[in-house]
């Protein structure tokens, strides 16, 4: 199935709703065309929330941002009011990153949690680790990488809606797709760079196995 994550978001993120705006929106007009073409991603999204059963942190994150997303844009009214509360949904959800890292919190700290917890590892456990200093800096960086993802996709936004209207909808989901990649493969590079420095970290905290022997001897 993850083989195919590539495949399935090109299909319900930009080729579905693509499809819906573009022949919906002569019958139905710009809003309900615009709000339709958001529910392939809608089920997309809530399909994989169950089936992963990210009951944690990053599954609650996922799910109150996709709620509050699909609020919005239900009582926005219109399609030009929807992709601007779109913006402002975005950076709201941006300076919810910003103040976790002001007050010592990174989300993405918490997310790399529920993945270790995943795979066995005790919470605990992590917490301490991932707290430490030389650790806790990357957090807070990688934490800032979602701040600036989130502003610079709400002014990709912005611009094209100012330039273009709602006209613009058809090359935002494109352009918008491209650029969250794009950032996605920077935080997947920096995440895979933490996770080096949490595997250098912990074997300088756990005892070498010739200590373990002399000690396991003198006792």
């Known amino acids: 199935m993850k083989k195919y994550t590539v495949i ?7 080729g579905l709703p693509f499809v819906i705006w573009t022949y919906g929106r002569e019958s139905l007009g710009d809003y309900w065309a615009m709000l339709l073409s958001t529910a392939p991603g809608f089920v997309y999204t809530i399909t994989n929330f169950v ?5 944690n942190i990053t599954g609650i994150f996922i799910l109150v941002s996709l709620l509050v997303g699909t609020v919005v844009d ?10 601007w509360n779109q913006v402002f949904v ?10 976790s890292m002001l007050i010592k919190k990174p989300l993405t700290l918490y997310f790399a949690m529920d993945v270790a917890y995943l795979q066995g590892y005790p919470r605990e456990n992590n917490r301490v680790l991932f707290f430490r200093k030389e650790l806790f800096q990357w957090f807070q ?10 502003i610079t996709l709400a002014l990709l936004k912005s611009w094209l809606l100012n330039k273009h209207g709602v006209d613009a909808y058809g090359s935002m989901l494109i352009y918008l797709r491209v650029t969250s990649w794009v950032f996605g493969g ?12 949490i595997t250098k970290v912990a074997s300088k905290l756990t005892i070498p196995e010739k200590e373990l022997e002399v000690v396991s001897e003198s006792t």
Do not use: C, H, K, P
């Open 51 to 55: 089936r992963d059963r990210q009951f």
């Open 8 to 14: 399935l978001d090109l299909i319900f993120y930009m």
């Open 186 to 197: 920077v935080m997947i590079v920096g995440y895979i760079f933490i996770g080096n420095e």
């Open 74 to 83: 239900i009582l926005s009214g219109t399609a030009e009011r929807m992709l």
């Open 141 to 150: 960086l990688l934490t800032l990488i979602f701040v600036v993802r989130g």
């Open 90 to 99: 975005g950076v709201a959800f941006s300076g919810v990153f910003l103040v």
